[in-house]
């Protein structure tokens, strides 16, 4: 017998169960998203190489060990797009849509990273990100936040809590390196090997280590807010009184770093306690220096993307309530001028009914195999067609839910009925 053969490891099949989850998931942001005016973009998967170096950063983890990187036929460096943002910045530049104007522009779709696969963690993982071109105060960056936090209530999340910090600018960054850096070195021994080696390549990283004894060292570490330009440190208060103003509340966490080197200024994450390791489920910022480093006019920008499997996982812990996507109706019709009915009534069906989802029931078989059929579909209703009902010109409805008897319906009146039941 031929071996079968596996998902690649890190890379999950969505399965039709599972389905309903990810498209209330989408269909509600979409919705969120459309209420504020945001216009969708779909860029390719795979971007050169260098797009990523160029935007992420050489000596980020996702460019030193995670990105799935090949050369193509022709001998050029391609990438799997690790996250979206790069790409949505060389679009735009590349049709010249950050030129003097403002662009709301949300993506979605599959990312990759060689991450070490565990819960909340995979390889091929799926964002829905959102960015902004062209502005740069700091109204936007509270709307952003406005709209992430009304998205976790229309979806019916309550755990989740927002973490604020300011970056300041890149100078600000360069100063407030060099004094950590030197701090830290004086205590070299008492940190653990990962941030060691972040010492000499990405020592800002060093903040969000998990390690508790790092964490302790950093108590007396000099403080990225004391090295914030006044500008930088203006634009967060207004941020943040725009928050108190609108009633989302907030945490600072000076030690908010991100893990892409495009960030400035503002950036955020929501995060929750109920996912394990794994609890960020949104993360973003500023990042006002990439377009003009990417080649573009120099054009703020900010934005942020949310990981589907996190805020998935999420809903299920959270045990929040699915839309019902059930069919509302499945046709049970047993002899060859049924079946044949059935198939031509649930057109007609269709056709004066829009909103009715109904299946047809294939194949043929008994009304008992074909019951137990409509049972499992978990359509709400059977509509039975046999011999008898065509001659009577009725059909039967049956609850497939409830304890009830069958009811006789005639064809004319059909609609109607179906339609009582939909909004019932
Ligand atoms: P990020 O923090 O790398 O930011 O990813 C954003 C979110 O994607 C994370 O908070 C998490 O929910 C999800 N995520 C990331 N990696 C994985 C993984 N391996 N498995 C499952 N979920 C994952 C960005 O990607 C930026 N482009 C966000 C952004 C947009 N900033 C500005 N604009």
Same mark, same amino acid.
């Given at each position: 017998m031929a071996t079968t053969l596996q998902a690649v490891r890190g890379m999950n099949d969505i399965l039709p169960l599972q389905s309903p989850a990810w498209q209330h998931v989408e269909d509600t942001v979409r919705s969120v998203l459309g209420a504020y005016g945001f216009q969708e973009i779909r860029m390719p998967i795979v971007e050169k190489t260098e797009l990523f170096k160029r935007s992420? *950063?050489?000596?980020t983890d996702i460019v030193e060990k995670e990105m799935y990187t090949f050369d193509d036929r022709n001998g050029d460096s391609l990438t799997?797009?690790?996250? *979206?943002t790069a790409g949505c910045v060389r679009a735009c530049i590349q049709h010249g849509l950050t030129y003097n104007q403002v662009q709301r522009l949300w993506y979605t779709g599959p990312m990759f990273r060689h991450e070490r696969p565990q819960k909340g963690r995979y390889r091929q993982f799926h964002q829905i990100g959102v960015e902004v071109f062209g502005l740069d105060g700091p109204d936007i960056d509270a709307e952003l936040l406005m709209l992430t936090a009304r998205l976790w209530k229309q979806l019916g999340l309550s755990q989740v809590s927002l973490q604020l910090n300011s970056l300041g600018t890149r100078s600000d960054r360069v100063r407030f390196r060099g004094a950590l850096v030197d701090y830290l070195q004086q205590h070299?021994? $008492?940190? @653990?090997d990962d941030s060691k080696r972040r010492? $000499?390549? %990405?020592?800002?990283?060093?903040?969000?280590?998990?390690n508790s004894q790092t964490q302790a060292l950093l108590k007396a570490a000099p403080k990225l807010s004391e090295y914030i330009d006044a500008e930088s440190k203006a634009h967060f208060e207004q941020l943040l009184s725009l928050l108190d103003a609108a009633g989302i509340t907030y945490s600072v966490n000076p %030690?908010?770093?991100? +893990?892409? @080197?495009?960030? +400035?200024r503002t950036v955020f994450e929501w995060v929750t @306690? $109920?996912? *394990?390791? $794994? *609890?960020?489920v949104c993360a973003g910022g500023r990042y006002d220096v990439l377009i003009e480093q990417l080649g573009g006019r120099a054009t703020a920008a900010v934005g942020f993307a949310m990981g589907l499997e996190r805020l998935i996982a999420l809903l299920e812990s959270e045990q929040v309530n699915l839309p019902d996507n059930a069919p509302h109706v499945y046709i049970v019709a047993v002899g060859e001028q049924a079946q044949h009915r059935g198939l031509l009534l649930s057109e007609q069906l269709r056709d004066s009914v829009p909103a009715l989802r109904i299946v047809t029931h294939c194949g043929g078989g008994s009304f008992k195999s074909q019951f137990k059929k409509a049972d499992r579909s978990g359509a709400h209703f059977a509509l039975v067609l046999g011999d008898e009902e065509l001659e009577q010109g009725r059909v039967g409805l049956k609850s497939l839910r409830q304890q009830k008897d069958q009811e006789m319906v005639e064809f004319a009146a059909l609609p109607n009925r179906l339609i009582e039941i939909i909004n019932n």
């Open positions: 992420i *950063g050489e000596v799997l797009r690790p996250e *979206g070299r021994d $008492q940190l @653990d010492l $000499q390549s %990405n020592p800002l990283r060093i903040l969000d280590s998990k %030690n908010l770093v991100r +893990g892409l @080197d495009y960030y +400035g @306690d $109920q996912l *394990g390791a $794994q *609890g960020t």
